[in-house]
């Protein structure tokens, strides 16, 4: 019969034994194995994921996914125009896998008040301006209507700054600018405050209308730091950028300006590079549970073999070829695993829920960027974990099965 491997695996896995109990303990011992080793891949994909995506977008969300601006101003720390009027902007939205374009301005200035002062970059931002990253951050107050055609004298800046300098919402601070010309004052309202909890960001950005940084930095009315443009797909991000590359760059305004492109990777080397290397360590930990939950696997079910030595000798007196029996217990070794993976499921699809829900695991956010560590549950990557898993497991089984093609009928039937 066909299934003759698998009827004699069910009637194994169904019984309780005769008094000999060895093989409970380790059939315990080998679905635990599994469970633990799929709970903690669950754990450690699902906060890799998180991490990676939460981190990422607070950079992107800042700097965007492509930024045009001047070459001088890629290569050097001082701020040259681009011209990026209408017909530049629409050119770039244009362009296959671009979601977005917006134009910004740079300014250095300085933050007093009464007490204190703080150097900051101001960052002018236009209507065009994505507030969705700015407002899922955003501690109190609001984000003003950003204008690029009058000045709103408004700003919002980081809870780094506001406490530094004891500032909140509502409160008047004065603001220097030194240029050529000698030394600018501007008194703005602070409208709203924000935490990103990225330092490098909190400590020196706060937002104010384009026109004032424009008007600040003495340029024309279609010259601008540059435009900031998100991608569709983040894993495109390479191919879109070259094709941003191959219409903009090298070309020169009417100002004597030339184009030039970066991606947030390049402009971020480190903190993508750090991120990169946390798929190492999760490699790592899917490695080394997969081979915890093989080793478990390959003891449970040698000792099982040695268990049923006796019913292996019947089988083979009544004709079972070997191939059979092997398959026998390949089957009653799929069922373990099965119900390891479906404990590993419960046990890891519920810490990430648990952690999801309440923030119970607490981060320093001046070290890893994230208050709470986060989590994003990836239905393929779990299904992935799931598959890969069982082959494995029953792949290494395999030739451990191949100890009972050593046992003889005759033997077997004394074994005790």
Partial sequence: MSNFPLFIARRIEGDKGDGRQVSRPAIRIATLGVAIGLAVMIVSVCVMLGFKHSVRNKVVGFGSHITVADFMTQQTAEQYPIQMGDSMTKVL??????????????????????????????????????????????????????????SQQKIVISKLMADKLQLKCGDRVFAYFINEQGMRTRRLT??????????????????????????????????Y???????????????????VIDKVNRTVDRYGGTYSTQTIVEMNPQIFSWLDLMDLNVWMILALMVAIAGVTMTSGLLIIILERTQMIGILKALGARNRQIRHTFLWFAVFIISK???????????????????????????????????????????IILNVATLFICVFVLIAPSYLISHIHPAKSMHYE
């Avoid at 400590?203 to 026109?211: G, K, Q, R, V």
């Avoid at 435009?227 to 390479?238: G, K, R, Y």
Wanted: glycine residues 10%; contains cysteine; proline residues 5%.
């Fill in 93 to 150: 939205s244009a362009i296959p896998g671009i979601e977005h374009v917006q134009r910004y301005a740079l300014k250095q200035g300085i933050l007093k008040t009464d007490d204190d002062f703080l150097g900051v970059m101001f960052k002018g931002v236009g209507p065009e301006y994505d507030t969705t990253f700015i407002h899922q951050n955003m501690k109190e107050g609001f984000i003003p209507h950003f204008s690029d055609r009058k």
């Fill in 225 to 243: 730091s540059g435009a900031e443009m998100t991608v569709a797909d983040f894993d495109q991000l390479n191919a879109v950028a070259q094709n």
């Fill in 340 to 382: 390891g993976l479906l404990i590993g499921n419960i046990i890891g699809l519920g810490l990430i829920a648990l952690q999801h829900y309440t923030g119970l695991v607490k981060l320093d956010p001046s070290k890893y960027y994230v208050e709470t560590v986060p989590v994003e549950l990836n239905v393929p990557w779990i």
């Fill in 190 to 223: 602070v409208t709203g405050i924000y935490e990103t909890n990225l330092k490098q960001y909190d400590e020196s950005i706060c937002l104010a209308d384009l026109y004032t940084v424009n008007k600040l930095n003495g340029w024309e009315p279609d010259q």
